[in-house]
């Protein structure tokens, strides 16, 4: 029997296992599909306080975790695939093994959206993304399209013209869900061409093993055209990892987790971290503060047990 489980292995749950192990916890970290969290996906982070020359993501998120292991956090590959959370002590089954625990932090953060388009995961790293900030600058003077309508698309746009020779904007209807200010921001900027009513068929060349062009149809007219492109970036949105606890505690209608307060969710004695409960804010550094908020939380519940 554990006192606490952490899902997630990303700047969140790294937190709270230091926490949580300094607190002679013995905390259990599940490192989930993408160990290291979004931040092992980045290069240089710059807006993390106290790196003024900035901090590559992979080495920070790498630290944090060294840290944590210092203090006596084990952690374990695989990911959450069932749990009954419906009385404690708290089941989690970790690929074909199942553990028990007092409590649990949930920091499974989000996963990017994808078009699934033929052969677009052929081609994740070598010119298909969903970072902007990690991989924008291997487009400098390139060709470079982003999909989506909302804010993230917005943002990603304008960030990219940084690099690009152009960015093409596309997206499946002439309505945007963006802000007005994100979009007015992507209007006047004269390196963004938006393309609306328009929906990605496929993108090629998997065969080069490189991004030469994508294949486009105008929903309106039907036709249907190849447009050359160097760096295609897909910011359709994100999907919350709580698949696991659908029907276990309370998730929005988009699957992220309600909070009901401080690091609390509906069921006691589990607690949430990171982009698994915020699609405001999403940053390194509040994933971290939130991390922090779910370790003395549950450091707090069981000591109100007596454990
Ligand atoms: P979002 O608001 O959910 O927008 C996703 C966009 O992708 C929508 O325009 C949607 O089209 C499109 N889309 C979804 N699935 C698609 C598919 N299969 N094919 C083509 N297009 C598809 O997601 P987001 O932009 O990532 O933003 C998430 C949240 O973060 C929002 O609350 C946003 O305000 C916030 N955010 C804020 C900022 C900022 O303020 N600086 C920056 C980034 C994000 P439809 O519109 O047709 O559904």
Not at 49 to 65: A, C, H, I, T, Y
Not at 162 to 179: I, K, M, N, P
Request: hydrophobic share 40%; charged share 20%; with cysteine.
């Amino acid at each position: 029997m554990l006192d606490v489980i952490i899902i997630g292995s990303g700047c969140a749950g790294n937190t709270a296992a230091i926490y949580t192990a300094r607190a002679n916890l013995k905390p259990l970290v599940v490192a989930g599909k993408e160990p290291g969290g979004q931040l092992s996906l980045t290069t240089l982070v710059e807006n993390f306080p106290g790196f003024p020359e900035g901090v590559d993501g992979p080495v920070l998120v790498e630290s944090m975790k060294q840290q944590a292991m210092n203090f006596g956090a084990e952690y374990i590959h695989g990911h959450v695939v069932e749990a009954d959370l419906s009385e404690r002590p708290f089941k989690l089954r970790i690929d074909h093994e199942w553990f028990e625990t007092r409590t649990l932090i949930i920091a499974s953060g989000a996963s990017a959206r994808w078009l699934n388009l033929p052969n677009e995961q052929r081609l994740i790293g070598h010119g298909v993304s969903s970072c902007a900030t990690c991989d924008g600058f291997f487009y400098r003077g390139r060709k470079i399209m982003v999909i989506g309508g909302g804010d993230s698309a917005m943002e990603e746009a304008n960030f990219l013209t940084r690099f690009g020779e152009s960015v093409t904007l596309v997206h499946r209807r002439d309505q945007y869900r963006a802000s007005k200010i994100m979009i007015e921001r992507a209007r006047n900027n004269p390196k963004i061409r938006m393309l609306t009513n328009t929906v990605v068929e496929d993108v090629y060349d998997a065969a080069q093993h490189l991004v030469t062009s994508a294949k486009l149809r105008n929903l309106q007219t039907n036709e249907v055209w190849e447009e050359p492109v160097d760096g295609f970036f897909v910011a359709i949105g994100h999907i919350p990892n709580t698949s696991p606890f659908i029907g276990q505690i309370e998730l929005d209608a988009d699957g992220y987790i309600v909070s009901k307060g401080g690091a609390r969710t509906s069921r006691k004695g589990v607690f949430h971290a990171g982009d698994v409960q915020d699609r405001t804010y999403r940053q390194a550094i509040t994933a971290a503060g939130a991390g922090c908020m779910a370790a003395i939380e549950a450091e707090r519940f069981l000591e109100a047990e007596g454990h």
